[in-house]
């Protein structure tokens, strides 16, 4: 096979297959799980609902499935969204009309308690809300809308999508240079 075609044909292909690997979803897309925080006994997660942690409060956002991390450490979302391998599906949910992605955390003397990412209908615009009780504990709540194909807005920054944007386009521009 001639270099010259292998570059022109095969090389943008795949580059564009890695690009598009990111960009599946049909409709707009938010995490969906609770990550449990720091757990003494991660087997013991079998056992574990949200109803059992929530219990008689029932202002603290739970939904399933509950997750913990090695090290108990924060989840990596970019990581989940962009491993193919994993069944991604099940920590996703459809952003419906009028709903947004919520990331909401609980804080306590800077550290995070646990987290629930979740698909919501909220009365507030896109940005980040936080209430501090007199225990010290923080409760930080942030809305956003996601866009089509790209990774959902709830798990990471705005620099996460905007860089997902100039990597598609710079190779756009790259394989339009290259077929020139």
């Known amino acids: 096979m001639p270099l010259k075609l292998f570059i022109r044909f095969w090389l943008p292909l795949w580059l564009l297959q890695q690009q598009f690997r990111c960009l599946l979803a049909q409709s707009p897309q938010c995490f969906h799980f609770t990550w449990l925080g720091s757990l003494e006994n991660h087997a013991s997660i079998a056992n574990e609902s949200c109803e059992s942690r929530v219990g008689d409060f ?11 991390t090695p090290n108990d450490t924060v989840p ?38 646990n987290i629930t990412y979740m698909c919501a209908l909220v009365n507030s615009s896109n940005g980040c809300y936080k209430q ?19 990774i959902p807005c709830n798990g990471c920054s705005d620099r996460s999508q905007v860089n997902q944007l100039i990597g598609f386009l710079g190779l756009a521009l ?3 240079w290259l077929n020139k």
């Open 58 to 68: 029932n202002e603290i956002p739970c939904v399933s499935p509950l997750v913990v």
């Open 76 to 113: 990596d979302v970019e990581v989940l969204w962009n491993n193919m391998t994993e069944n991604r599906e099940q920590y996703l949910c459809q952003m419906a009309p009028g709903y947004s992605c919520v990331k909401y955390s609980y804080i306590f003397k800077g550290g995070i308690q």
């Open 174 to 176: 790259f394989v339009f």
């Open 132 to 150: 501090t009780y007199s225990t010290g504990m923080q409760v930080e709540a942030c809305v956003c809308t996601s866009k089509i194909g790209l």
